[in-house]
Nanobody, 124 residues
């Protein structure tokens, strides 16, 4: 059974950077799209970014465009999210997810494998 494990979260100040990682314990099919979502208490998963299997396409939420960069290393079964110029409104639990949907989806329901999340807190 494939499991996704996120790491790299923490407490930082506004303007700082963090890099999140997501490693698959089993082998996630290299053709799966991968995404990052975030969630704050009482809210649904919010799309952050996704990358297709070959890294030829990526999508970002408007709120993180230009500040966050998603990447993947299929040989290492690892997904990354480089977050620069962090803002207090980026505070959330961040989740990685895998999708076989194939349609560059921003919808959480199209992702079938999820990690347990890593917390990011950005102080002002």
């Amino acid at each position: 059974q494939v499991q996704l494990v996120e790491s790299g979260g923490g407490l930082v100040q506004a303007g700082d950077s963090l890099r999140l990682s997501c490693t698959a314990s089993g082998r996630v099919a290299s053709w799966y799209d991968m995404g990052w979502f975030r969630r704050t208490p009482g809210k649904e998963h919010e799309f952050v970014a996704m990358i297709n299997w070959s890294s030829s396409r990526s999508l970002y939420a408007d709120s993180v465009q230009g500040r966050f960069t998603i990447s993947r290393d299929n040989a290492k079964n690892t997904l990354y999210l480089q977050m620069n110029d962090l803002k207090p409104e980026d505070t959330a639990d961040y989740f990685c997810a895998a999708s076989s949907y194939g349609g560059d989806s921003r919808r959480s329901q199209d992702y079938s494998i999820w990690g347990q999340g890593t917390q990011v807190i950005v102080s002002s």
